[in-house]
Each structure stands twice: as structure tokens, then as C-alpha cells.
């Protein structure tokens, strides 16, 4: 079982370029999330997507966006990357969607730096 | 801001010890859960245990809430060195539609 998988695993990016970051599952979950995790602060919640169709902000939302592109893929967009935006992003999905009730289920992680 | 804080930061103890870790956290809550993280890897869902529970077990975790406390801890029994990572515990408040994760505890464990 593939689970949640997030593509690619590392990037280095230059100041002001994009990207965007793909995730997507296979458990026919109806929610997922984009977390980032910094040293010393845990994992913050960017964005999420309760449902297909749906998308909210997070707590820390500001230089991102995201496309619920269907069921299965959530997708994060960097559109000029910051050197404030080197992280390591963790997507995740969880079965009925936002009630916060419920476990979640997490990728490897990619490792973004920001030159 | 975050919702959850662990205690301690960083925990060292030799293999077969139990090992303890504490969260404490500040507004009502419809769940606590505990997550593991291997180094370089996503978090794993270890346990769940809701507001009107007490105290729950999952083979050698044992969780422990204290709602009048706003706190939970998490004991690991006989340690291994696999347990060697890091646990956080997150939180979801009522009517909230996300989980809030605190900043996680160090857990190595020495042979």
C-alpha cells in the first residue's frame, strides 16, 4: 500500500523562483493537509481540504497556495520562494473529512531549501 | 500558535527503561493523539484517547489524560531502540476542523 506519497523528496530553489509540490493518496480519504516543520516549532498547518472542492487556510498561509485537483492529489504551490519558506513539507489525509476527530496519515516529506 | 507542549525537549535513557513524556496544553479539547517520527521520515499515528477517557493502552504505550489538567503523558514500557524518535502529541479543540501538533520530545534510546 502506497499510502500518501509526495514528490519530489528534496529541491533546492533560488529566491523568487516557484514550485509546486504533489501529493496524493490512495486510501480514498476525503480530507488532506500541507504541514511544514521547522526546528523547534513542530508541524504548522498551512493548508487543508476537507473535502474535494474545498480548501482553508491554515496557520501559516502567506506565500502559498494550494489546488485540490481531485480525490486523490493535493498539490502546494510555492509562487516566489522565500529563503523564509526552507522546510521540510509533510502532506497528510484523513478519512471523513476536517472534524479534527480523526487520525492522520502522513508522507515522507520533502526537504525544501531556499538560496 | 501552538496548542500542545511537550516535556521534556529531549529524553535519554538506556534500553528496557520505561520512558515518560508529557504534554500539557490550554484550551478544551475533543481528542488528544500521539504521533511518532523516525528521523527523516512522516509522523505515524501511535494512539488516540478521547475528552471522557482516562487512560488508555496500545501494546507497550500506555496514555494517560487529565482533562482538569489540561495534560496528558504517554509511557513507554521496556524500551528498544527503535523507540529512538520523536513524539508529539496533538490536539483538536471542539467544532475545530484541523489538528494542532505540539513541538515534539527527543526520545533516543542508548543500548
Known amino acids: 500500500n502506497a499510502g500518501v506519497t509526495q514528490t519530489p523528496k528534496f529541491q533546492v530553489l533560488k529566491t523568487g523562483q516557484s514550485m509546486t509540490l504533489q501529493c496524493a493518496q490512495d486510501m480514498n480519504h476525503n480530507s488532506m493537509y500541507w504541514y511544514r516543520q521547522d526546528p523547534g516549532m513542530g508541524l504548522r498547518l498551512i493548508y487543508y481540504?476537507?473535502?474535494?472542492?474545498?480548501?482553508d487556510k491554515g496557520e501559516v498561509p502567506n506565500g502559498y497556495n494550494v489546488s485540490r485537483l481531485n480525490k486523490r492529489e493535493f498539490s502546494l504551490r510555492l509562487e516566489s520562494a522565500a529563503p523564509s519558506q526552507t522546510s521540510v513539507y509533510f502532506c497528510?489525509?484523513?478519512?471523513?473529512?476536517?472534524?479534527?476527530?480523526?487520525?492522520?496519515?502522513f508522507g515522507s516529506g520533502t526537504q525544501l531549501s531556499v538560496l | 500558535s501552538q496548542q500542545g507542549e511537550e516535556d521534556p525537549q529531549a529524553l535519554s535513557i538506556q534500553e528496557g527503561e520505561n520512558a515518560t513524556m508529557n504534554c500539557s496544553y490550554k484550551?478544551?479539547?475533543?481528542?488528544l493523539q500521539w504521533y511518532r517520527q523516525n528521523s527523516g521520515r512522516g509522523l505515524v499515528h501511535l494512539i488516540l484517547?478521547?475528552?471522557?477517557?482516562r487512560e488508555k493502552h496500545s501494546g507497550r504505550l500506555r496514555v494517560t489524560l487529565d482533562t482538569s489538567k489540561k495534560s496528558s503523558s504517554l509511557l513507554i514500557t521496556a524500551s528498544r531502540a527503535a523507540d529512538t524518535a520523536s513524539y508529539f502529541c496533538?490536539?483538536?479543540?471542539?467544532?475545530?476542523?484541523?489538528?494542532?501538533f505540539g513541538q515534539g520530545t527527543r526520545l533516543t534510546i542508548n543500548p
Open positions: 497528510a489525509s484523513s478519512e471523513w473529512g476536517g472534524t479534527g476527530n480523526e487520525k492522520l496519515f
Open positions: 484517547i478521547r475528552s471522557n477517557e
Open positions: 484550551t478544551s479539547i475533543n481528542n
Open positions: 496533538a490536539t483538536a479543540a471542539p467544532g475545530a476542523q484541523k489538528l494542532v
Open positions: 481540504s476537507a473535502s474535494e472542492g474545498t480548501t
